[in-house]
């Protein structure tokens, strides 16, 4: 018996159930493997690519995230590079090991120093991917894994993220459906952690007055790549 099976034969003594029968279990097998979708806002699923990126840049800066469009990936270090200026911030950044990464020409921007890898306690900014931008809220969706450390997003006071157009999808629902379909594909398995992202970090539980960077990074700057370079996470 597998440590999943355990922990499920556990739960089921904890509330005095026993085995599912096969019916309940085919039941179950099926909504897993084509879930049902909710209700889903029209103004999500009307929109082509141009008005998706359109209502996810609005929705972003919304919420106090900043979108920089370029065209390509070799514009990248320049953007970021431009931006740290702009805040006055160290030309230091930890870059996530993530493939869709691997084509920026970090050396185009000398000055702009590059390390690979986790960041640390002391790092001020994280330049990362993303698996997917949801339009109707503005919102990022990345996934856990060696290539994506998941303390790279909530860490630096600063996160960079870098996106292609073409990753932005619809709704929430759709951003599922994208994963579930990777999953399905060859060996490739569910990560461990799903992050969504809506802005930078946000509280307003002291005198209902909101605090940027209360639990993760008060700075989100999103650049979002018009063309497809660099690998997919689709």
């Known amino acids: 018996m597998s440590g999943r099976d355990q922990i499920l034969a556990g739960i089921r003594r904890s509330l005095n159930r026993g085995a599912l029968d096969e019916a309940t279990v085919a039941t179950l097998r099926g909504g897993l493997a084509a879930p049902r979708r909710n209700l889903i806002p029209a103004r999500a699923t009307i929109l082509d690519a141009e008005g998706r990126a359109a209502l996810f840049r609005s929705m972003a800066e919304e919420v106090a995230a900043t979108v920089e469009p370029i065209a390509t990936l070799d514009a990248v270090p320049a953007a970021v590079a431009d931006y740290l200026a702009r805040l006055n911030l160290p030309p230091t950044v930890v870059a996530a090991p993530d493939p869709q990464l691997a084509a920026i020409p970090w050396d185009k921007r000398p000055l702009l120093t590059v390390r690979q890898g986790r960041v640390e306690d002391a790092d001020p900014v994280a330049v990362t991917a993303c698996f997917a931008g949801i339009a109707e809220t503005g919102t990022l969706m990345l996934l856990s894994g060696p290539e994506s450390p998941t303390r790279n997003n909530f860490l630096p006071d600063t996160h960079i993220v870098v996106m292609r157009k073409s990753q932005i999808v619809g709704t929430y ?58 690998a997919s996470q689709g």
């Not at 599922?176 to 490739?188: E, S």
């Not at 990560?191 to 307003?204: C, M, Q």
């Open 173 to 230: 629902e759709e951003a599922w459906t994208k994963l579930r379909a990777r999953h399905g594909a060859g060996n490739w398995t569910m990560p461990r952690t799903v992050n969504f992202i809506t802005g930078p970090s946000r509280t307003a539980d002291i005198e209902q007055r909101v605090e940027l960077g209360a639990h993760g990074p008060r700075r989100l700057h999103i650049i979002l790549v018009e063309d497809g370079d660099g």
